[in-house]
Every structure is written in C-alpha cells, then in structure tokens.
C-alpha cells in the first residue's frame, strides 16, 4: 500500500505536459480558450506545452454549448471564427466551411497580424484574466482533469464578473 503513494523521480508531471519551446524545455501546460467578442469563454482546453494550437481548434469548436440568441432556436455553432497564423492550415479552413462557420484566419506571410488585432485582444486580454489565477499561473496539480476543473472554475468566475457589472 506504501508504495502506491510514492511516485517515481521521473513522473514528477502528470500527463497533457510537455517540453515548452521558449521555457529552456521545462514542462508546462497550455490553455486554450475560445471567447465570444466581448471576452466570456465559451470553450476551455488544456494540452501540453508543446503541442502545436493547429490540433486544438477542432476539440474547442465541438465544446462550444449552444448559443441562446433573442429570436429564433439555439444557434449550435458560431456564426465566425477570427484566428491567428497559428491556425492557418487548408484542412481547418475545410473543416470549418463545411460545420458551417465562417473564418477570419490570418495567412501566413501574405497578411500582417496587426489586422486582427482589434479581434484578438479580447482574447488575449481573457487568458491574461486566466493567468492571474494563481493556481492557472503555475501547473501544481499532477492530474489534467484537476487542471482543467480549476481552469473551468476560473472562467466561471470570469464570465460571472462579466455578467454581473
């Protein structure tokens, strides 16, 4: 019974890490998040650091809940999806054409990022509202699903803030 408890010195990370590319290689994890445009999360991930943002668009859109709108059913999908170059693949330009959704994506060497910009900060300024979280700042949990219970907590608490002023 003892030794289920201990864990090998090797194992110190739990599983969805990886060696992150600007981090001297330590292991880390990555969130990825989609918003709607006025910065509530509508879908939540983890993956490891180095794993590329191409392979976790599709996991993200399928977790998109339904949308309530004023009139009308639930819409099921967004209506479109602005990108940066990191997602810039034909396969995900296809996939997203035939769910339906209309995409915004940058081109890699063609467009500047700058015109996406005025999309992507509010993005950017909701993983900066998952960062100070302090147990999101720095992975201490060994389990992904920990993890990721406390990163949906934080993005509950984000979009409750959002809500409520």
């Not at 993983?127 to 509950?156: D, N, Q, T």
Request: with cysteine; charged share 30%; net charge positive.
């Amino acid at each position: 019974m003892r030794h289920r408890l201990r864990q090998s010195q090797g194992r110190k990370r739990g599983p969805l890490t990886g060696p992150n590319p600007t981090d001297r290689g330590k292991n880390g994890s990555k969130i990825h998040l989609i918003t709607d445009r006025n910065g509530l999360p509508l879908s939540l991930g983890i993956s490891g650091a180095n794993m590329h943002d191409s392979l976790g668009l599709k996991p993200l859109v399928r977790g998109i809940p339904p949308i309530r709108s004023r009139r009308g059913p639930r819409r099921r999908r967004p209506a479109k999806l602005h990108a940066d170059k990191g997602y810039d693949y034909d396969y995900l330009r296809r996939w997203l054409h035939k769910r339906g959704i209309r995409h915004r994506i940058a081109r890699k060497g063609i467009e500047s990022s700058q015109r996406l910009g005025r999309h992507r900060w509010v993005v950017e300024r909701t993983v900066s509202w998952l960062a100070g979280c302090r147990r999101l700042h720095r992975r201490y949990e060994r389990k992904a699903e920990h993890f990721l219970a406390f990163a949906g907590i934080a993005a509950a608490l984000i979009s409750y803030r959002r809500l409520t002023n």
